[in-house]
C-alpha cells in the first residue's frame, strides 16, 4: 500500500498547490478588473489602462487551466470532502464563479462577435459575480488565514481563567471566539459593500433613464439661449431613453458658456465656417432615434438625438477633392477621432447633436454639441464636439492609438 500512499501525498501537493495559483490568478483578475471599472483610471491611465484590460484578458483566459486540471481531480476531492458540507458548498461556489466569469469574460472579450445585447447580458452576469463573488473569497482568504487558525495567538492574556490561554483546555471558548470573528469579518463586508450593491442592483435591473434626470439636474454648461426641441423631439419619438449613461472622459469634464464656446468646420474645404453659440443653435436641425453601445458593454437603447446631419455641414462648407477624412476635435482639447468620408458618404444618420430626448445634453455626457455615430461604437461619439476638420491623410483617435479598432462598426443583428 507504500503506492497509495505516495500517490495520495502527490495528489495532496496538486491540491495545494492548485489553490494556490487560483488564489494568485484571482487576485490578479480583481485587482486588474477593479482599475478597470473605477472611472477614475480612465484618464489617468491612458495606455496603460489598454494594457491592464489585456492582462486582464489574458490571465482570465489562463485561469481556466487549473479549473479544468481541477475537474480532472474533482472526483476524488469530491468524495474525501463526504460529510463536509460546508466545503462540497465552497467548491461548488468557486466554480460556479469561476466558471460563469470566464463565460461572460469571453462575451466581453469577443463584444463584436457577440453583439451588443450578448454583451449587455455578460457584463451584467461578470459584474454580479463580482459583487457576490468577490466578498465570498475575501472573507474565505480571511477567515482561513494563519492568526485566526491558531486562535491561541489572538488571546489578549486573559487575568484569571488559564482556560482560555489553552484552546486544548476549553475548545468551546476558541470556537466561539473564531466564529465571533467570522461574524464580524462577515458583518464588516456586509456593511461596507452591501449598500453599493443594492445601489448596481437597482441601477442595473432599473432599466429607464437610470441617472439621466441628476445629470441634466448638474449640466455645468451656460449656453443662452437653449435650443429648442423640435415636435419629434418633445416628447421624444423614441418614447425616452432605456438604460444608464456610464459617464466617460478622459480629461476632466469641461464647461462652456457662449463666452467661450464656438464651433469650427476647416481644413480642406471651399468655406472655412465658424460658428458662435447663437448662429449655432439657429440652424434647421433633425430628430433621429438610436442604440448608443459602448465596447465595454453598457448600452443606452431609444435615444431621441436632435442635431444637424453631418452631411448637412460638410456641404455647407464644401470638401475638397484632395479631403480623404473627416477629423473631429473635442472642446476637452485631448480627445478626437475620425471618419473617412467614404464612412461619411454610407451614414445618413451622423448627427451633431445639441439634444437628447427633447432637453439639452448635459455637459457630462458631452454637451452642448456632441456627434452621435449611431452605427458605430460610442468611442466614435465625440463629446464636447467643437471642431470638424477636413485632412487628405488618416487619423487615428484616442482610444485607436490607444488599442481600441480602428473598424468600430456595431454588428447588426
Ligand atoms: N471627449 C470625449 N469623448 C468621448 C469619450 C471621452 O472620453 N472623451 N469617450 C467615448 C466613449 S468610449 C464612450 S462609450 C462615450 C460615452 O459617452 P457618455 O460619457 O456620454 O456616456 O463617449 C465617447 N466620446
Ligand atoms: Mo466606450
Not at 489553552?166 to 469579518?185: E, G, L, M, S
Not at 434626470?213 to 454648461?221: F, K, S, V, Y
Amino acid at each position: 500500500m507504500e503506492w497509495l500512499k505516495g500517490l495520495r501525498k502527490g495528489y495532496g501537493r496538486k491540491l495545494v498547490s492548485l489553490h494556490t495559483w487560483n488564489g494568485w490568478i484571482v487576485l490578479i483578475l480583481a485587482l486588474t478588473g477593479l482599475i478597470l471599472i473605477s472611472g477614475l483610471w480612465r484618464g489617468v491611465l491612458g495606455e496603460v489602462r489598454v494594457w491592464i484590460k489585456w492582462a486582464h484578458i489574458v490571465v482570465g483566459i489562463i485561469s481556466i487551466v487549473p479549473v479544468v486540471y481541477y475537474l480532472l481531480l474533482a472526483a476524488k476531492h469530491w468524495k474525501q470532502l463526504r460529510g463536509k458540507p460546508w466545503q462540497r458548498f465552497n467548491v461548488l461556489v468557486i466554480l460556479g464563479l469561476l466558471l460563469g466569469w470566464f463565460g461572460s469574460g469571453i462575451v466581453l472579450w469577443q463584444f463584436k462577435a457577440f453583439g451588443p445585447a450578448n454583451s449587455n447580458i455578460a457584463l451584467f452576469v461578470h459584474d454580479a459575480l463580482t459583487w457576490v463573488g468577490l466578498p465570498y473569497i475575501i472573507y474565505h482568504s480571511i477567515t482561513r488565514l494563519k492568526w485566526l487558525k491558531q486562535p491561541q495567538r489572538l488571546s489578549v492574556k486573559a487575568p484569571q481563567e488559564e482556560e482560555t490561554l489553552h484552546p486544548a483546555a476549553n475548545p468551546q471558548a476558541v470556537y466561539t471566539r473564531r466564529a465571533f470573528i467570522k461574524w464580524t469579518i462577515g458583518a464588516g463586508l456586509a456593511v461596507t459593500l452591501g449598500p453599493s450593491f443594492l445601489q448596481w442592483l437597482g441601477r442595473s435591473l432599473g432599466g429607464g433613464t437610470g441617472n439621466l434626470e441628476q445629470l441634466i439636474e448638474n449640466d455645468a454648461n451656460r449656453m443662452v439661449p437653449p435650443p429648442q426641441p423640435l415636435p419629434a423631439s418633445a416628447p421624444p419619438i423614441g418614447g425616452g431613453s432605456q438604460g444608464r449613461f456610464r459617464v466617460y472622459t478622459v480629461t476632466p469634464i469641461p464647461q462652456f458658456s457662449n463666452a467661450d464656446w464656438s464651433f469650427t468646420i476647416d481644413g480642406l474645404v471651399e468655406n472655412k465656417l465658424h460658428y458662435d453659440w447663437e448662429r449655432f443653435v439657429a440652424m434647421p436641425r433633425v430628430a433621429e432615434v438610436s442604440d448608443f453601445h459602448c465596447v465595454t458593454g453598457w448600452s443606452v437603447y431609444s435615444n431621441t438625438w436632435e442635431g444637424i446631419p453631418l452631411k448637412t455641414l460638410l456641404a455647407e462648407a464644401g470638401v475638397s477633392d484632395q479631403a480623404r477624412t473627416v477629423k473631429f476635435y473635442s472642446g476637452d482639447g485631448v480627445y478626437t477621432d475620425s471618419l473617412t468620408l467614404e464612412q461619411v458618404e454610407e451614414m445618413d444618420d451622423v448627427l451633431v447633436a445639441v439634444m437628447h430626448d427633447g432637453k439639452p445634453i448635459p455637459s457630462d455626457l458631452g454637451g452642448p454639441v456632441k456627434l452621435i455615430v449611431p452605427q458605430m461604437y460610442a468611442y466614435k461619439s465625440v463629446k464636447w464636439l467643437n471642431r470638424i476638420e477636413l485632412i487628405d491623410g488618416d487619423h487615428d483617435g484616442y482610444w485607436i492609438v490607444r488599442g481600441y479598432a480602428k473598424d468600430a462598426w456595431v454588428t447588426k443583428s
